[in-house]
């Protein structure tokens, strides 16, 4: 089922999700399971699986010489779909980034999502490698996730690259795309990036996840910013508890997000990690507590993995 229609049958009741990364290459699937296990009580009607572009590796040849070769260390986006979806009997969105993939592996990708049941897909550009200053289109690929979001909408109007098919059969993906309450790291500005977004949605974009934020004012913001520039899908908070002391340097590195002072303020006294991720799940809960009080649609946790915070979170709330 869609993640709209999800939304629409939840009459106003706020919905549990959360995301999960593939496990790395060579690695078992059933730690992805152990973390999904404990998460399922609170009934998510969908679980996001993420992406991963592909990255240099170097191989040590062993005569002092090293052999860069690329590669995607967590393959299997839609298999885990799949996978997910077969075990717990859940909708999965898979994450489909414009970033390592010509549009022509799109489209296999999104034929493999049709046939395999998966209705909804997070369109998403993926960000530069590595070794890269700025993000650049694969070659035969898309440059903005806005033009990924015009291929998974023609495909759901029966139209497939080189228009060499005549296609009686048209997918039907519900869409989702990121949004960015404090604006995405590359913007000019936040109301310029506002643009950005509501070109994703008039290109058929169907939801909106946020980036994570830990004022909840930011995200009241945004949410009033995109309805006033004529953005009127559902805007689904992303909400991330802290686990580590160097999320405090990090995250505002990464993500080009700004920390509160007292949450700062808290970790900063914490003299150990286990502390910090218990300040971590506190922050969550309280913003949880105002983000559901307020009426979102769904309250979606990053879980980069590991999810016995989660679990202490919506244990409080769900
Ligand atoms: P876009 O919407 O294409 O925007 C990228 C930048 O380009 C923005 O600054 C925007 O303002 C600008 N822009 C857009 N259109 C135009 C235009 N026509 N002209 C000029 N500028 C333009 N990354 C992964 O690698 N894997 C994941 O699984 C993943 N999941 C994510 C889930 C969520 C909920 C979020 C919020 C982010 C996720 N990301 C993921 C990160 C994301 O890929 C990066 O933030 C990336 O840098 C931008 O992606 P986007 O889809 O927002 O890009």
Excluded at 58 to 87: E, F, Q, S
Excluded at 228 to 250: E, F, N, T, Y
Aim: hydrophobic share 35%; net charge negative.
């Amino acid at each position: 089922m869609k993640v709209t229609d999800h939304i629409k049958n939840a009459n106003g009741k706020t919905l549990f999700s959360f995301e999960m990364i593939p496990p790395k290459k060579g690695n078992n699937i059933q730690e992805l399971y152990n973390n999904i296990d404990p998460l399922m009580e609170f009934k998510p009607p969908f679980i996001d699986v993420t992406t991963s572009r592909e990255q240099y590796v170097y191989i040590d040849k062993g005569n002092g010489l090293l052999d860069r070769k690329i590669t995607r260390m967590r393959p299997g986006t839609v298999g885990i779909c799949a996978a997910i979806k077969h075990k717990y009997d859940v909708d999965t969105v898979p994450h489909v980034l414009c970033g390592g993939f010509s549009k022509e592996e799109t489209e296999y990708l999104l034929v493999d999502c049709h046939y395999l049941g998966i209705d909804n897909v997070m369109a998403l550009r993926g960000d530069a490698m590595s070794h890269q200053k700025y993000f650049e289109a694969t070659n035969g690929g898309h440059q903005y996730a806005s033009q990924l979001v015009g291929q998974i909408q023609n495909l759901n109007c029966g139209k497939y690259l080189h228009d060499v098919l005549e296609a009686d059969h048209k997918s039907d993906f519900c869409i989702g795309v990121a949004g960015y309450p404090e604006k995405h790291i590359e913007a000019p500005s936040l109301q310029t990036d506002l643009k950005r977004l509501k070109e994703k949605v008039e290109a058929g974009a169907d939801y909106v996840v946020t980036q994570m934020f830990f004022d909840n004012a930011k995200y009241f913001e945004f949410v009033k910013a995109a309805k006033d520039s004529g953005i009127h899908v559902p805007i689904i908070p992303g909400i991330k508890p802290i686990a580590v002391k160097r999320h405090l340097q990090l995250l505002p590195q990464v993500f080009k997000i700004d920390l509160p002072e007292i949450l700062i303020d808290e970790i900063e006294k914490c003299d150990n990690n286990a502390k910090v991720r218990q300040v971590g799940i506190e922050w969550a809960i309280q913003q949880s507590k105002e983000l559901l009080d307020a009426g979102a649609p769904v309250l979606h946790y990053y879980s980069m993995g590991k999810s016995d915070n989660i679990e202490a979170i919506a244990s409080k709330l769900f």
